[in-house]
């Protein structure tokens, strides 16, 4: 069974600059989890999917992150613009519907100049 | 607000010493799951074990093995007869049902970075 994708695994971008990224999720997992994890610290909640509808976007900061799963199936998060303090590994995850074993990506990690 | 506490921030030891690592939950949540990630140097979570409120039975696996008090609010992993492929970073995470009945994200802690020396 294929995992979790995600790309690009890395990024460079200067502050101000847009980016996006791509995850996968597991076929059959109707839940799809973004975290950030940010260099020596444990990975934080962004937004989470169940199916196509937002779940909990609570730490989402909103004014520069968005996030979409239109069919239900992969997601795209954006950054826009990019500020220094988002330099972090994105991490994607997802679970099956009412199970709650999240099964993590390989990450992008992002390094804003 | 949930919170997972693991005060070991690095851990150090010589291959084949028995090793443990320390966890501490806050809920207010009557169910609940706990979990253990492993995050080698590749930087991908790996999946270790789930282990929901009402199951405080203690779990063996292989090498590893796990401890659950709700009494101390304590989920430790113990590593036997550790090896240097052993060597990570390891999260202890918590997460409750939401409104909706399926599960909340995960709440993460700090992580221990293990390190087995040769």
């Known amino acids: 069974e294929a995992g979790v994708a995600q790309s690009p ?5 200067e502050k101000r600059q847009s980016v996006a990224f791509w995850c996968n999720p597991i076929s059959g ?10 260099l020596g610290q444990g990975p934080k ?17 909103k004014d520069r992150f968005s996030a ?20 972090a590994v ?21 390094t804003v100049l | 607000a949930q919170k997972v506490t ?24 009557t169910t609940y799951y706990l979990f ?7 930087g991908e979570l790996v999946f270790l074990i789930r282990r929901n409120s009402f199951d ?24 036997t007869a550790s090896q240097v492929v052993d060597s990570a970073v390891y999260f202890c995470a918590l997460s409750t049902r939401h409104s909706g009945g399926g599960a909340d994200g995960l709440t993460f802690g700090k992580g221990t970075h293990l390190i087995i020396q040769p």
């Open chain 1, 9 to 13: 695994r890395y990024k460079i971008i």
């Open chain 2, 6 to 29: 693991q005060a070991q921030t690095e851990i150090s030891v010589v291959e084949k010493e028995d090793v443990t690592l320390d966890c501490v939950y806050e809920t207010r949540d």
């Open chain 2, 36 to 42: 253990w990630y492993k995050q080698p140097p590749s």
């Open chain 2, 56 to 79: 405080e039975q203690n779990e063996i696996s292989g090498r590893y093995s796990w401890n659950f008090q709700k009494s101390t609010s304590s989920f430790n992993f113990t590593i």
């Open chain 1, 68 to 87: 979409e799963r239109l069919k239900g199936v992969d997601s795209t998060l954006k950054i826009q613009p990019a500020k220094l303090e988002d330099s």
């Open chain 1, 90 to 110: 994105y991490l994607c995850a997802s679970s099956l519907a009412g199970v709650d074993t999240q099964y993590f990506g390989p990450g992008t990690r992002l």
């Open chain 1, 29 to 38: 997992h109707a839940t799809l989890y973004w975290y950030q994890q940010i």
């Open chain 1, 45 to 61: 909640l962004l937004i989470q999917f169940q199916n196509n509808g937002v779940v909990d976007d609570s730490q989402l900061p």
